[in-house]
C-alpha cells in the first residue's frame, strides 16, 4: 500500500496568513493526489484534484502543487472558515489511502 | 442537487452483521463508480471499498476483504455495504461518496454523505 505522510500535524495560525501543508507518498503516484478540508461533525469536502485542480466552487485562495512523491496545499490568506482539518488522499491506486491529516486552527 | 443519504448505522456485537444504505440523487448515478469511507472517532479517514457503475468490479481494503460486500442497485439510485463478522476496530462513523475521474484515472470523491455511525461494541 502507498503510505501518505502530511506535515506539520497541525499549524496555528491567524486570518490572513499564507499556510502550506505538505504531503509525502510513499512512492510515485504521478499528480493522483486529492485534497480535502474537513471540519467538526462534518463530511470531508473536495477542494483540489490531480494535485492543482481546483474543484468547482473552492475559492480560489487555495491551491496545489506537487508531482511523484511531494506536494503542497497553499492557502494564501486564512479566512475564519478555513479552520479545519485537511487531508491529501492517493487515488493513484488500490487501496487509495489518505495522509493523517494536519489540524488547521486559530492562533 | 447532487445529494448522498446514507442509514442503516448502529450499534452491533462482535462477530455481528449490519447493512449499510447509500441513496443517490441529482445525478446520473448509473455511471459513476461509488464508494464507502470510514472515520474511527478521533482518528483519520479510510477508503474502504468501491463499486464499478454496472456492478462488475469492486475493490476493498484488505482489512475488510473476506468480511464486506459492495453491491449497487442502479434502479433504485442506491448502493450498499453488507459488513459481516464485525470487529470492534470497525467502529467508525461509515461514509458514502460517489468517485469522480475520467478515463485515464480516479480524481478522488465528491460529494459525500453525512455519514452513519456503525459502533461495535459487546
Known amino acids: 500500500d502507498i503510505q501518505m505522510t502530511q506535515s506539520p500535524s497541525s499549524v496555528s495560525a491567524s486570518v490572513g496568513d499564507r499556510v502550506t501543508i505538505t504531503c509525502r507518498a510513499s512512492?510515485?503516484?504521478?499528480?493522483?493526489l486529492g485534497w480535502y478540508q474537513q471540519k467538526p461533525g462534518k463530511a470531508p469536502k473536495l477542494l483540489i484534484y490531480?494535485?492543482?485542480s481546483l474543484q468547482s466552487g473552492v475559492p480560489s485562495r487555495f491551491s496545489g502543487s506537487g508531482s511523484g512523491t511531494d506536494f503542497t496545499l497553499t492557502i494564501s490568506s486564512l479566512q475564519p472558515e478555513d479552520f479545519a482539518t485537511y487531508y491529501c488522499?492517493?487515488?493513484?491506486?488500490?487501496?487509495?489511502?489518505f495522509g493523517q491529516g494536519t489540524r488547521l486552527e486559530i492562533k | 442537487e447532487v445529494q448522498l443519504v446514507e442509514s442503516g448505522g448502529g450499534l452491533v456485537q462482535p462477530g455481528g452483521s449490519l447493512r449499510l444504505s447509500c441513496a443517490a440523487s441529482?445525478?446520473?448515478?448509473?455511471?459513476?463508480?461509488m464508494s464507502w469511507a470510514r472515520q474511527a472517532p478521533g482518528k483519520g479517514l479510510e477508503w474502504v471499498a468501491n463499486?464499478?457503475?454496472?456492478?462488475?468490479?469492486?475493490y476493498y481494503l484488505d482489512s475488510v476483504k473476506g468480511r464486506f460486500t459492495i453491491s449497487r442497485d442502479n434502479a433504485k439510485n442506491s448502493f450498499y455495504l453488507q459488513m459481516n463478522s464485525l470487529r470492534v476496530e470497525d467502529t467508525a462513523m461509515y461514509y458514502c461518496?460517489?468517485?469522480?475521474?475520467?478515463?485515464?484515472?480516479?480524481?478522488?470523491?465528491?460529494?459525500w454523505g453525512q455519514g452513519t455511525l456503525v459502533t461495535v461494541s459487546s
Open positions: 461518496a460517489r468517485d469522480v475521474g475520467d478515463n485515464s484515472g480516479w480524481y478522488g470523491f465528491d460529494p
Open positions: 441529482g445525478f446520473t448515478f448509473n455511471i459513476h463508480w
Open positions: 463499486i464499478k457503475p454496472d456492478g462488475s468490479e469492486e
Open positions: 512512492r510515485g503516484i504521478s499528480t493522483w
Open positions: 490531480t494535485a492543482s
Open positions: 488522499q492517493q487515488a493513484f491506486n488500490f487501496p487509495f489511502t
